[in-house]
C-alpha cells in the first residue's frame, strides 16, 4: 500500500486513526467509575441496549474486596441497538457506549485485566483482511458458530493469552456498527485449560443481586463500587437491575441512598471533564438531567419511591 506521495505505509499507519467502541456494564457507566483510569478524548457516548442478556455482581474484584458487575448471554451473537433518552425506557440491559481511540482502548481494557499487548495483536491481523478490531473478532465468533467457548479458544489460538478476568466479545449494533464488552468467564471456560476463571475460582455460578453481593460482601468497597456503578443513571442509562430490592438488607439501602445523593450533583460535570465532552455535546449526547433521572430509575430509588417496571 502506498500514500498519495508513493511512499510505502507502514502497516501501523492505519491504526492511527482507528477507534473502537467498548460498552460499559458496571462502573464504566459512570464518571466516578471512569476516572479511576484518568481522562479520555471520547468521540461519541451514548446508551446501548442489549437483548437476550442479564446483568449482576458476579466478579470478584481486581481492584478490593468486592464483586464487581458482569452480563449472562443467554446465546450468541449477543445484538443491541442504540437508543435515545428521550424515547423513554426500553426493553433489555442498557450499557453505555464510548468510542475511543485504540490508545484509550487499551488503558480500558487494562483496566478489565485484559492484556492491552493481545489486543495489539488482534488489532494487527484485521488490517491483513480489511478489518477494524471489532469487526475482526465478530469475524472470528462467526468462524467459531457464535460458540463462546469456540470462539475463545480462537482467541486463545491467535494471541497465547487469555484472562481469567474479563475477556472482550463482540456485540452488532443496529445491524451494522460492532462493539466490544466485557464478559467474566465463569464454568464454561477462559479459552485455555490452564486458565481458571476468577468466577470458578470463587464458585460463583450465576449473577447476584445487589443485595445478595452485599450479603456476601457487606463493606464499603462493595458499596463504593455499587454507588459507581448507578450513577449510570444519572445520564439516562436504566439500571433498576442494579438497585437493591424490597427486603434487602435496609443498612444498605440506607447507606446506598446517602452516598448517592451529593455524587448525583456532581456526576454530570465529573463525567463530562472525564470523557471530553463539553456541555453543548452532552446536552446533545443524553439530555435534561432531570429527565435522565427519571428514566433511568434513580431518581425514584433516592427518594424512596416504589420501583418503577422493568
Not at 6 to 28: F, K
Not at 134 to 155: I, K, M, N, S
Not at 204 to 213: D, H, T
Request: charged share 25%; aromatic share 6%.
Amino acid at each position: 500500500m502506498t500514500t498519495d506521495t508513493g511512499e510505502a505505509r507502514r502497516p501501523d499507519d492505519s491504526l492511527q486513526t482507528m477507534e473502537v467502541t467498548i460498552l460499559g456494564h458496571g462502573s464504566l457507566m459512570s464518571g466516578r467509575g471512569l476516572a479511576f483510569s484518568g481522562t479520555f478524548a471520547v468521540r461519541r457516548a451514548g446508551i446501548v441496549a442489549l437483548a437476550d442478556c442479564r446483568r449482576g455482581f458476579a466478579k470478584l474484584s481486581m481492584y478490593g474486596n468486592r464483586f464487581a458487575t458482569d452480563v449472562e448471554l443467554a446465546r450468541l451473537p449477543l445484538q443491541g441497538r442504540r437508543v435515545s433518552p428521550h424515547t423513554g425506557r426500553v426493553d433489555g440491559t442498557e450499557t453505555l457506549a464510548l468510542s475511543v481511540s485504540l490508545d484509550d482502548g487499551y488503558r480500558l481494557m487494562k483496566r478489565e485485566g485484559y492484556r492491552p499487548e493481545a489486543a495489539r495483536q488482534l488489532v494487527r491481523l484485521g488490517p491483513r483482511q480489511g478489518l477494524g478490531l471489532t469487526d475482526f473478532l465478530w469475524q472470528v465468533q462467526t468462524e467459531a458458530g457464535h460458540d463462546v467457548v469456540g470462539y475463545r479458544r480462537r482467541l486463545f489460538e491467535l494471541t497465547g493469552y487469555t484472562s481469567p478476568h474479563y475477556i472482550p466479545h463482540p456485540v452488532r449494533i443496529d445491524g451494522d456498527e460492532t462493539a466490544l464488552i466485557f464478559v467474566a468467564p465463569g464454568f464454561e471456560a477462559t479459552g485455555s485449560e490452564a486458565v481458571i476463571s476468577v468466577r470458578q475460582q470463587t464458585g460463583v455460578r450465576g449473577l447476584m443481586s445487589a443485595g445478595r453481593a452485599w450479603q456476601r460482601k457487606p463493606n464499603d468497597e462493595q458499596l463504593s463500587y455499587m454507588v459507581s456503578c448507578v450513577l449510570g443513571g444519572v445520564h439516562g442509562l436504566k439500571i433498576d437491575d442494579l438497585l437493591p430490592r424490597p427486603g434487602d438488607d435496609a443498612r444498605l439501602i440506607t447507606a446506598l441512598r446517602e452516598r448517592l445523593r451529593p455524587e448525583i450533583t456532581v456526576e454530570p460535570s465529573r463525567f463530562r471533564e472525564t470523557v471530553g465532552l463539553s456541555a453543548e455535546q452532552y446536552d446533545r449526547a443524553f439530555g435534561e438531567p432531570a429527565q435522565l433521572l427519571r428514566r433511568s430509575g434513580l431518581h425514584d430509588f433516592v427518594a424512596g419511591n416504589p420501583s418503577p417496571p422493568t
